[in-house]
C-alpha cells in the first residue's frame, strides 16, 4: 500500500502514512466483521518510524531505522473476546487474522466479566507532534554524536551513548462508533562519559528535539565523569541522599501498577488494604496526567475511554487508584481512562505519572547537608518484597559524598535495599518537577529530592 | 522470500556498499494465560518484514520494513547505505569482519507436536485445570497460568553468498500460586518464576510438565511461606537449586563475557564488564570444579540459545567459557573475534526480529554438571541452606557485584533438610562467589532451563537464552541481606 522510491534515498526515516491509511484500515476491519457477521470489533492500527543512532569509544557503532505498522483486531462474540495482530495489511490478510481472532474467541468459556465495547468518546486535543523531529535525519544525529565525541576527546574522556528520533501514530475505532486518533514524535540524547575508571551520565528525552541539547548533556556528563574518578570506599548503611531526578524516577516509577485497582483487587498491590490512609509525608503529592504539558502519551486508554487526570496521593494520602471499565463495576467505581488493550489480565496503569515538587533546588539540598550522598542514576532496580515495596539496586555513573554542604569526593557504588514506602515518608527537601528519563522506569516529571535515611547495604568494586 | 533478499543485497551492493545481510523473518506468537480461574490474555500475532545490515564508507547502516514489494525492501536497502554514510563522519576506523564461508543451508528446530496445531480448548482446558487446582488450596489469594508459544522463520542471505533458512519453535509454560496474609505476600512458581520453563521445541514441553500434579504442592508451599522462619542474615554454606543457579551462571558470567560489553560497546545502557581483555586466560574464575560453556549446538539441547546458524550466518558452536575454574573465552561476532585474537566468530550474533539489529547474545551458556546426587549433597552439609527459584535479581553494571532472593529455602542442619525458610537471598561479589562452588549435582540434576526475556541493546532488544545448570553448592556466601536493618 505504500509507494517508495529509491531514488534520492536520505537517511532520515519515511514520513508517516497520511492518517486517512490508517482509518481506511481501520474501516475495511470493521467492514470485514460486519460480513463475517461478529456482533462487536475493536480495531487499533499503530505506525512506527523510528531511527536512532548509538555511539561507543567516540565513534558511531550502530545505526538503525524502522518503519513498521500493526493491525490489532478483537472481535467479541456472546462474552467472548480474543485479539489478535498482523503486519500484513491486504484485504485478505485482515479477512485471516479476524476470522483468527473469530476462532480463538470461540474456542474458551465464557467470561461473566467482560463488558460490551463503549461507544463514541470526546477527547482532549493533545498537539505532541513536531515537525522539528520528525524531519531530523541522521546526518544531523551524527553531526551531534560528533561534537560529543569531540567534546570527550578534548577532555581525555570515551564517549557512549545515543541520539534517537521518531514519530507514531494511531487509530482505533470499534463497531460501537468509537474513533479515535493520534499521533507524536519524540527525541532522545543519552550519553555517558568514561573517565579512566570512572563515568557518569546524562539523558533527556521530549517531543521536541529543539528541547534537548545534546552538547550541555555531554558536558554535564563529562564534568561529572572528571569528578568521578578514584572513588573511596564508604562503609554501608543508613545515610541521607540527595537524589537526582533519574534516580527518583526510576525507583518511584516502580509504584505505578501498585496503583492499579486490578492489582489492588488481586491483593499483589503494595496499596492492598491502604487506600485513604496517610503513607508518604506530607510534602508528597501523585498525580497521573497525560495533559500534563511534558508529558507524552494519547488522551485515550486501550478501550479508547478518555485519560482522566487523577490524583493518587495527595499531601501523603492515598487518595485514589486509576480504574479500567472492568475494575471500576466491580469496585463500583468509575473508570478512568486508563486501561489496557483487552483481552488482559493487568487491566490499567496509571502511565503518566507527575510527582509534585518543592520550592527547594539540587543546590540548594547540597549546601544544607552535613554529611550525605549525591545520587546520580540507579541501575538494576527488583523487587524485593512486594509488599513493604522493598526494592534493591545499585548506584551507578556518579556517587559523590556531600561534607558540610559541599560535593567531596566520589564514592564507589553502593546496592541499596530500600522501602519506598518509607523513603517517601523522609523526603526532607523536593525541588522543582520536570520531565525526566532513566533506564528503569518511563519517563515521568518528578523532581529532585533530599532523603534522609537511605539504606545502603552492600558496596562493590568502583 | 529469496528474491527479496536478493534484490536488497544487489540494491545495496549498486549504492556502494562492501558488505551486506539480510533478514526476512516472519514470527508467528500465541499467548494464553489464566487469572483466578478466568481467561486473561488470549491472542495471537504475527509479523513479517525485512532488515538489511551494511557496511559503506567502512561503517555500518541497518534500515527495516515491512513493505515486502521490490520497490519496498530497494527502498530499505538504500537507507541502509544512506544511514551507513552518516555513520561514516563518526568512525574511528573501518570495520573489519572474520571470515566466514558461504552456506547454503535449511534447518528446522526438532519438535514433536506444533503448538500452533493444538486446539486452543486443549491448551486452555489444561492451564483452567491448573488453576483451580492451585485455587482449590484454602488461603490462596491469586492464581496465574501462562503459555506462550513461537514459531520464527528467517531468511538469511549476504553478499558473501550465503542463503539460509531455518525455522525455530519454541514453547513456554508456568503457573504461580500468590498468598497474600496480614502484611506480607508469598508466591510459589513452577516450573520457574517470570514465565516458566521455556525450550526450542513444542507442546510435548507442556505435556512434560505434569501441571497438574504440581499445581497444589505450589499453592501449599505459597500459603506455609507465611508460617515459615525468616531466613536468617549470616554468612555461611549455600545450595542452589538448578534454575537459580541458571539464573546466577546468566547474570554473572553470561554477561559479563559478552564481548561488546567488554569493548565499552554497551557502556551507556546494559553496562559494561569486569572481564577486560587482560583477563583472558589469566583470571581464575572460578574453582577447578567448575566449567562452563556457551554451546548453541543442538547437541547441547533444545535451548533458547540453540540454533544451526547465529544471524551472522556463523554456524552454531562450543566455546570453553570457564575450564577447570580458569576464565577462556568470551562471546564474539565476526567484528570483534579478531580483538582478541580469534580468526573466526563464535557464532553468538542474534537478532529479536526482523526490524532489530543483530549483536552479540549468550547462546546457551551451561556449567557441566558434577559427581553429586542432591541426597549425597545435602547428606554432606553439616549446616547451610538451600535455595529455590528465583524472586529477584540484581547485579551492578561492571557484574561484580549481585544479590538475588528465591521464592523459598529450607534449612539443612547435620545433612537433613529441615524447616522452610521465608524471604531468602543472598548477596557477593561474582569471582569471589564462583570460586567457593565445591559441590556441583550429576547429569540427573541438570536441566536446560530457558530465560525468555533477557533484555539488552538500544532499541532494547528481549531475546531467549539457554542455562543448563544443576544444584551446586557454595562457601562463605552472605545470607539474608536483603532484609537486613544495619
Known sequence: MRGTTTKGAKANGEALRDVRELRAIAATVLRLAKLCGVKETEVHVEEVVDALTRFANNAIHQNVAEHGLTVSMRTVVDGRTARVTTNRVGEDALRAALENSLALATSQPEDPHLLPLPGKQKYRVLQRFIPATAKLTAEERARAVKRACELAERSGQVAAGIFESGQSQTVMSNSRGLFATYRQTQAEFSVTMQHGGAASWAKANAADVRAIDPIALAQTASEKAARAQNPVELDHGRYTVILEPAAVLDLAGFLFYDFAATAVEDKRSCFSGRLGKTLFGKNITITDDVYHPEQLGPPFDGEGLPRERVVLVEKGVLRNLVYSRRSAKAARSNPTGHGFALPNEYGEAPMNLVIGGGNSSLEEMIRSTERGLLVTRLWYIREVDPYEKIMTGMTRDGLYLVEKGQIGRAARNFRFNQSILEMLGNVELLGAAHRASGEESMEMVVPPMKIRGFQFSEVTKF | ?486
Open chain 2, 1 to 486: 522470500m529469496w528474491e527479496y533478499c536478493g534484490h536488497s543485497l544487489d540494491v545495496a551492493r549498486l549504492r556502494g556498499a562492501t558488505y551486506a545481510d539480510v533478514r526476512v523473518m516472519h514470527m508467528r506468537q500465541r499467548d494464553l494465560t489464566t487469572k483466578n480461574g478466568h481467561v486473561g490474555t488470549l491472542g495471537q500475532s504475527e509479523s513479517i518484514g525485512l532488515g538489511i545490515r551494511v557496511i559503506a564508507q567502512g561503517a555500518w547502516g541497518f534500515a527495516s520494513t515491512d513493505v515486502l514489494t521490490r520497490e519496498g525492501v530497494a527502498a530499505c536497502a538504500a537507507q541502509a547505505v544512506a544511514i551507513a554514510k552518516a555513520s561514516a563522519l563518526a568512525k574511528k576506523k573501518d570495520v573489519r569482519l572474520a571470515h566466514e564461508a558461504a552456506y547454503v543451508d535449511s534447518w528446522q528446530s526438532p519438535f514433536v507436536k506444533d503448538p500452533f496445531e493444538i486446539p486452543l480448548e486443549t491448551q486452555l482446558d489444561l492451564l483452567l485445570a491448573a488453576d483451580e487446582a492451585m485455587r482449590r488450596v484454602k488461603g490462596v489469594t491469586l492464581t496465574e497460568t501462562d503459555m506462550q508459544f513461537r514459531k520464527v522463520d528467517t531468511w538469511f542471505a549476504s553478499s558473501e553468498g550465503s542463503k539460509i533458512h531455518q525455522r525455530r519453535v519454541v514453547s513456554g509454560c508456568g503457573i504461580v500460586a500468590t498468598c497474600f496474609q496480614g502484611d506480607a505476600i508469598q508466591k510459589r512458581s513452577y516450573p520457574n518464576s517470570f514465565g516458566g520453563q521455556h525450550v526450542l521445541g513444542g507442546y510435548e514441553l507442556i505435556e512434560s510438565l505434569d501441571l497438574l500434579k504440581h499445581a497444589p504442592r505450589v499453592a501449599e508451599e505459597a500459603v506455609a511461606l507465611h508460617g515459615a522462619a525468616q531466613c536468617p542474615e549470616r554468612t555461611g554454606t549455600l545450595i542452589l537449586g538448578g534454575s537459580q543457579l541458571g539464573l546466577q551462571i546468566h547474570e554473572s558470567i553470561g554477561h559479563p563475557i559478552e564481548l561488546d560489553r567488554v569493548l565499552g560497546q554497551e557502556a551507556n545502557f546494559a553496562g559494561t564488564s569486569f572481564l577486560t581483555l587482560d583477563q583472558l586466560h589469566h583470571l581464575r574464575y572460578a574453582s577447578p570444579i567448575v566449567n562452563v560453556v556457551a554451546d548453541a549446538r543442538i547437541a547441547h539441547g533444545p535451548g533458547l540459545g540453540t540454533f544451526a546458524y547465529d544471524d551472522e550466518g556463523v554456524p552454531a558452536q562450543c566455546i570453553d567459557i570457564i575450564k577447570a575454574g580458569k576464565f577462556c573465552g568470551y562471546l564474539s561476532s565476526r567484528e570483534t573475534a579478531h580483538l582478541v585474537g580469534l580468526e573466526r566468530s563464535g557464532g553468538t550474533v542474534r537478532t529479536e526480529g526482523w526490524n532489530r539489529l543483530p549483536m552479540i547474545r549468550m547462546t546457551n551458556v551451561s556449567i557441566r554438571p558434577g559427581p553429586w546426587t542432591l541426597e549425597n549433597l545435602i547428606a554432606d552439609t553439616d549446616e547451610g541452606i538451600l535455595m529455590e527459584t528465583n524472586r529477584s535479581w540484581s547485579i551492578d553494571d561492571r557484574r561484580y557485584q549481585f544479590q538475588f532472593s528465591t521464592e523459598i529455602a529450607w534449612e539443612i542442619n547435620g545433612g537433613k533438610k529441615t524447616r522452610m525458610l521465608k524471604n531468602p537471598s543472598y548477596s557477593g561479589i561474582t569471582t569471589e562467589f564462583w570460586n567457593s562452588c565445591d559441590a556441583i549435582c550429576n547429569d540427573d540434576h541438570w536441566l536446560l532451563w530457558g530465560t525468555p526475556n533477557c533484555g539488552k541493546g538500544q532499541p532494547m532488544q528481549t531475546m531467549g537464552t539457554g542455562h543448563g545448570a544443576s544444584p551446586a553448592r557454595f562457601q562463605n556466601v552472605k545470607i539474608g541481606t536483603a532484609f537486613s536493618e544495619e
